[in-house]
Structure formats: structure tokens, C-alpha cells
């Protein structure tokens, strides 16, 4: 019971002060219909809820299988085995990721369905399969992080100059879409495993780190080569972003009317993880009855909380999300929405639940050198400030998502030479933590709706990008973090030989 009650407050304070935010708006500079404002409540309840219940299915039956999977793979000793097993994984675990759903929706939605959320969610899932496996050779093979990150993204960079604005904002908004609540303690699973595969287990603490980082490089290379079967010219004539219940009256009908369909989805994204336990049950796990039902168990928590969360994201959560950036967008100070951007920002990245998962194992496994309000407080920084950016790209035109990306990306591969091994890793990884379910949902409708709102702006282009700016600034600012941790250790050793 009480690891329920310490869940749903983790979850509650991540939750809240958006809900908080929102209501200061709806009373002072944005008043909103009734219907709709009771709605997003209803909505943030079963979000806060569903996260719940998911969380508690991830932690009973999806972070052990990762765990199991992992070692058993490395015990296996056979590298063929272990590269198809992260392929097949990697695969199904990103399919089932609640951020990356609600992004092949939002894709779905905005485009008018001219790019499906399907095709979205299975090639974001192939390239994360894919680079996960490559995450194993890296291990194995005992090559530096920075050399794979460096050569992955020169792939990218190549593959950006053949491929359009609108699908390079959606390829790096699904990288950090689809590391997430779920792939997290998954992959951060799978990498303790996986480690042991090494035969000098002295540089196991580093392995711990930097796969979640090479796994999300897939989808970013998985949606590139999306746009080559897709014509950009069919999205020019593409309607505004609207609300799919506004004007709706009820309150109630908007959830009844999605759920079958957000009920086969949860199953359809949850079910191959079953497969997979019953697979490896008979393969390789032979669990005793009682622990193979617990992981059963857990299986179904993240199914049901899936459905809930989703069922509250789509019907009354991210609604309010579009009408706030819409209607800040429309006001004559632009300052409104720059500043509530970067406390959105800031406060979101402070509750998300996978951040804390990732900063209380970068605690552990650093024995505290590493403090988790370091960590937090680097993340928020840059969280706030990636928001901020992305209002001031809608705000002017001109300004291109690859003027953001490429020298941030230049800057934060430059640091990787001169931060230790072990936060270069953890910078990456916490670049694909930092785009949680919160940021995902609410904050993408926010700059959607800013977007669709903003004379001279194109939701198809300035409308995505937010969730790569999220996911880039981190890096930044965790590796200048470590840049510091390094100077003190430097500092203490001179004082000691002093």
C-alpha cells in the first residue's frame, strides 16, 4: 500500500502544477468554457491515476523483465542471440511507450492523417530496435560512447540534408517521445544485464549509462526515412489544428466516445510484452509459478493504466493545452508566453516521474558522488530554457529548427572529450528522460496550438520540435555539470598534494 501511495504522489506532483498554471490562466489572462476546464480536471485526474497504475505495472512486471531479459542474453555468451533479442525488445518496448502514442496521434491529427500515427509508431520502433542492438555491440565491443554518438549523428546530419523541415521536427520530437516512463527502467534494465557481457567488469558503472542515448537515435533515423515514401506537398493544404471538443457540450461524451478505440490500442501495444514473457519463460527465464504470475500481474497494471492515461490525455487534458497556447499566441505581449513556456518547463521536468527514476540510479550508482539535486536542478535549467526557445522559433519564422540543433548538438558532442565517461553518459540519457508523458502531451499541444495560432508560423513545421529541444538542452547542461564536478575533484586532489 504504501508503494502505491508514494507512486500516485510522485505522479500527483508531477501532474498538479500544470493543473495549478492552468487554473491561475483560466481566472486571470485566459478564461476558458466551463465544460472545458472541468473536463481537463477530469482528464488530469485519470492521467494521474493511469500513471499510477502504469508505473506500478512497470515496476512489478516490466523493469524485471528487462532485468531477466538482459541477463539471460548475456549468459546465453552468444552475440548473435543478444543482437536480435535488443532488435525484437527494443522494438516492442517502444511501441507500447505512452509519449511516443501520443505524438503518432498528435502527427496523425495535424496532418489530417496523411502521415498515419501507425506508420509513425513502426519505424520509430524498428530504428529504436535496431540502435539498441548496436547499444549491445558498443558494450561488447568496449567502444567509447563518444565515437558511436559522434558517428550516428554525422549519419544524421547527412540524412537531414535530404529530408524536409516538417518531418526533421517530427523525427527529433520522436526521439525523446519514445524514451519514456516505459523504455527507461526498461533499457536502463537491459543495460545492467547486458554490462556483464564484458569481460573487464571495472567499467560496468559507465556501461549503466548511454544506451537509452543510442537507442533514440533510431527513431530520428526511423522518421527520416519515413519521408522518403511521403510527398511534402500534400501537407500545405492541411486545415488548422482544431479542438476535437470544444464545442462540445458534454462533459462526459468526449470520454465515452474514445474508448473502445483507446481500449484496443493499450491491448494491441501491451500484448506483444506478454509474448515476449511467456517466450522467455519457456526459453531461458523458468520462473516459478508465483513469480511468473507477479510479472503477468504487472503486464496488466500497464495495460490498464495505459488505457486510463490515455483516455484522460486525449479527452480533456491536451485540449486545454492547445487553447492556452492558441490564445497566448494572439496577445499583443509576447512575453506571456516565453515566460509561462520556461515555467512550464521548469516545473514539469521537476515532477516527471522517469527523471527521478534516472537521477536516484545516477545517485546509487555514483555512491553519492553525484547528488540528485544537481542533477534535477541542471535538468530543469535546460528544460525551461528548451521551452522558451521553442515559443520564440513560432514567434519568428525565420528562425529554423536545424539553427537550434546543429550547434547544440555540435556543442554538446565537443563536451563529450572534455567531461568524464560516466556523464557523458549520463547527459545523454537524461536528454531522452527529460521528455516525459507530461511534456509529451500538455506542453506539445501548448506549442502546437501556439503554432497553428501564430500569423506566419507553420504547425507542420514550428508546431513539432519542441520535445528535441527538451531532449537536447539537458545534455548541455548536465555535461557543463560534470565539467564542474571534474574542476572540484581536480581542485581537492591539488589541495591534498598541497
Given at each position: 500500500?504504501?508503494?502505491?501511495?508514494?507512486?500516485?504522489?510522485?505522479v500527483?506532483?508531477?501532474?498538479?502544477?500544470?493543473?495549478?498554471?492552468?487554473?491561475?490562466?483560466?481566472?486571470?489572462?485566459?478564461?476558458?468554457?466551463?465544460?472545458?476546464?472541468?473536463?481537463?480536471?477530469?482528464?488530469?485526474?485519470?492521467?494521474?491515476?493511469?500513471?499510477?497504475?502504469?508505473l506500478?505495472?512497470?515496476?512489478?512486471?516490466?523493469?524485471?523483465?528487462?532485468?531477466?531479459?538482459?541477463?539471460?542474453?548475456?549468459?546465453?555468451?552468444?552475440?548473435?542471440?543478444?543482437?536480435?533479442?535488443?532488435?525484437?525488445?527494443?522494438?516492442?518496448?517502444?511501441?507500447?511507450?505512452?509519449?511516443?502514442l501520443?505524438?503518432?496521434?498528435?502527427?496523425?491529427?495535424?496532418t489530417?492523417?496523411?502521415i498515419?500515427?501507425?506508420?509513425?509508431?513502426?519505424?520509430?520502433?524498428i530504428?529504436?530496435?535496431?540502435?539498441?542492438?548496436?547499444?549491445?555491440l558498443?558494450?561488447?565491443?568496449?567502444?567509447?560512447?563518444?565515437?558511436?554518438?559522434?558517428i550516428?549523428?554525422?549519419?544524421?546530419?547527412?540524412?537531414?540534408?535530404?529530408?524536409?523541415?516538417?518531418?526533421?521536427?517530427?523525427?527529433?520530437?520522436?526521439?525523446?517521445?519514445?524514451?519514456?516512463?516505459?523504455?527507461?527502467p526498461?533499457?536502463?534494465?537491459?543495460?545492467?544485464g547486458?554490462?556483464?557481457?564484458?569481460?573487464d567488469?571495472?567499467?560496468s558503472?559507465?556501461?549503466?549509462?548511454?544506451l537509452?542515448?543510442?537507442?533514440?537515435?533510431?527513431?530520428?533515423?526511423?522518421?527520416?526515412?519515413?519521408?522518403?515514401?511521403?510527398k511534402?506537398e500534400?501537407?500545405?493544404?492541411i486545415?488548422?489544428?482544431?479542438?476535437?471538443?470544444?464545442?462540445?457540450?458534454?462533459i462526459?461524451?468526449?470520454?465515452?466516445?474514445?474508448?473502445?478505440?483507446y481500449?484496443?490500442?493499450?491491448?494491441?501495444?501491451?500484448?506483444?510484452?506478454?509474448?515476449?514473457?511467456?517466450?522467455?519463460?519457456?526459453l531461458l527465464f523458468?520462473?516459478?509459478?508465483?513469480?511468473?504470475?507477479?510479472?503477468?500481474?504487472?503486464?496488466?497494471?500497464?495495460?490498464?493504466?495505459?488505457f486510463?492515461?490515455?483516455?484522460?490525455?486525449?479527452?480533456?487534458?491536451?485540449?486545454?493545452?492547445?487553447?492556452?497556447?492558441?490564445?497566448?499566441a494572439?496577445?499583443?505581449?509576447?512575453?506571456?508566453?516565453?515566460?509561462?513556456?520556461?515555467?512550464?518547463?521548469?516545473?514539469?521536468?521537476?515532477?516527471?516521474?522517469?527523471?527521478?527514476?534516472?537521477?536516484?540510479?545516477?545517485?546509487?550508482?555514483?555512491?553519492?558522488?553525484?547528488k540528485?539535486?544537481?542533477?534535477?536542478?541542471?535538468?530543469?535549467?535546460g528544460?525551461?530554457?528548451?521551452?522558451?526557445?521553442?515559443v520564440?522559433?513560432?514567434?519568428?519564422?525565420?528562425?529554423q529548427?536545424?539553427?537550434y540543433?546543429?550547434?547544440?548538438?555540435?556543442?554538446?558532442?565537443?563536451l563529450?572529450?572534455?567531461?568524464?565517461?560516466?556523464?557523458?553518459?549520463?547527459?545523454?540519457?537524461?536528454?531522452?528522460?527529460?521528455?516525459?508523458?507530461?511534456?509529451?502531451t500538455f506542453?506539445?499541444?501548448?506549442?502546437?496550438?501556439?503554432?497553428?495560432?501564430?500569423?506566419?508560423?507553420?504547425?507542420m513545421?514550428?508546431?513539432?520540435g519542441?520535445?528535441?529541444?527538451?531532449?537536447?538542452?539537458?545534455?548541455i547542461?548536465?555535461?557543463?555539470?560534470?565539467?564542474?564536478?571534474?574542476?572540484?575533484t581536480?581542485?581537492?586532489?591539488?589541495?591534498?598534494d598541497?
Amino acid at each position: 500500500m504504501n508503494v502505491i501511495f508514494t507512486k500516485f504522489k510522485d505522479v500527483l506532483f508531477s501532474v498538479l502544477p500544470i493543473t495549478v498554471i492552468v487554473l491561475i490562466l483560466n481566472f486571470t489572462i485566459i478564461p476558458m468554457e466551463t465544460t472545458m476546464v472541468i473536463r481537463f480536471l477530469i482528464g488530469s485526474l485519470f492521467v494521474t491515476v493511469g500513471l499510477t497504475i502504469f508505473l506500478m505495472g512497470v515496476d512489478i512486471g516490466i523493469t524485471p523483465l528487462g532485468s531477466l531479459t538482459g541477463s539471460s542474453l548475456a549468459k546465453t555468451n552468444k552475440l548473435w542471440i543478444v543482437l536480435i533479442g535488443g532488435l525484437i525488445l527494443g522494438f516492442f518496448i517502444s511501441i507500447a511507450e505512452p509519449g511516443l502514442l501520443v505524438l503518432a496521434d498528435q502527427v496523425d491529427t495535424v496532418t489530417g492523417g496523411k502521415i498515419s500515427g501507425m506508420s509513425i509508431l513502426v519505424l520509430v520502433s524498428i530504428g529504436l530496435g535496431i540502435m539498441l542492438a548496436l547499444g549491445f555491440l558498443r558494450v561488447f565491443f568496449n567502444i567509447a560512447l563518444n565515437k558511436v554518438l559522434i558517428i550516428v549523428y554525422l549519419l544524421i546530419l547527412v540524412l537531414s540534408m535530404f529530408t524536409s523541415p516538417e518531418f526533421i521536427a517530427i523525427a527529433f520530437d520522436a526521439s525523446g517521445a519514445t524514451t519514456g516512463v516505459l523504455a527507461v527502467p526498461f533499457i536502463l534494465a537491459l543495460a545492467v544485464g547486458i554490462s556483464k557481457l564484458k569481460k573487464d567488469s571495472g567499467a560496468s558503472e559507465e556501461d549503466s549509462f548511454g544506451l537509452i542515448a543510442i537507442s533514440s537515435t533510431g527513431a530520428i533515423i526511423g522518421v527520416m526515412f519515413l519521408n522518403i515514401f511521403t510527398k511534402t506537398e500534400e501537407f500545405k493544404d492541411i486545415p488548422g489544428l482544431g479542438s476535437g471538443f470544444a464545442d462540445n457540450g458534454s462533459i462526459f461524451q468526449p470520454f465515452i466516445s474514445i474508448s473502445m478505440d483507446y481500449l484496443k490500442e493499450s491491448f494491441m501495444a501491451i500484448l506483444p510484452l506478454a509474448v515476449i514473457l511467456l517466450v522467455m519463460q519457456v526459453l531461458l527465464f523458468k520462473l516459478k509459478r508465483k513469480q511468473l504470475r507477479k510479472m503477468f500481474t504487472g503486464i496488466i497494471f500497464t495495460f490498464v493504466g495505459l488505457f486510463i492515461f490515455l483516455l484522460g490525455v486525449n479527452a480533456g487534458f491536451m485540449d486545454v493545452g492547445t487553447k492556452l497556447g492558441n490564445d497566448l499566441a494572439l496577445k499583443d505581449n509576447k512575453a506571456y508566453i516565453i515566460i509561462i513556456g520556461f515555467v512550464l518547463g521548469v516545473v514539469t521536468i521537476l515532477a516527471e516521474p522517469a527523471v527521478h527514476v534516472l537521477t536516484l540510479q545516477i545517485e546509487d550508482v555514483t555512491s553519492g558522488y553525484v547528488k540528485r539535486k544537481a542533477v534535477l536542478g541542471s535538468l530543469a535549467i535546460g528544460v525551461g530554457i528548451a521551452i522558451s526557445l521553442s515559443v520564440i522559433r513560432i514567434l519568428i519564422p525565420a528562425l529554423q529548427l536545424w539553427h537550434y540543433l546543429l550547434p547544440g548538438f555540435a556543442i554538446c558532442l565537443l563536451l563529450t572529450f572534455i567531461t568524464s565517461k560516466l556523464f557523458v553518459g549520463i547527459a545523454f540519457d537524461a536528454g531522452g528522460v527529460a521528455t516525459g508523458p507530461v511534456t509529451a502531451t500538455f506542453i506539445l499541444a501548448f506549442i502546437t496550438g501556439a503554432a497553428n495560432a501564430f500569423e506566419g508560423a507553420d504547425v507542420m513545421i514550428e508546431g513539432f520540435g519542441m520535445i528535441a529541444m527538451v531532449a537536447m538542452l539537458p545534455i548541455i547542461t548536465l555535461q557543463i555539470l560534470g565539467l564542474i564536478f571534474k574542476m572540484k575533484t581536480k581542485r581537492k586532489v591539488v589541495e591534498i598534494d598541497e
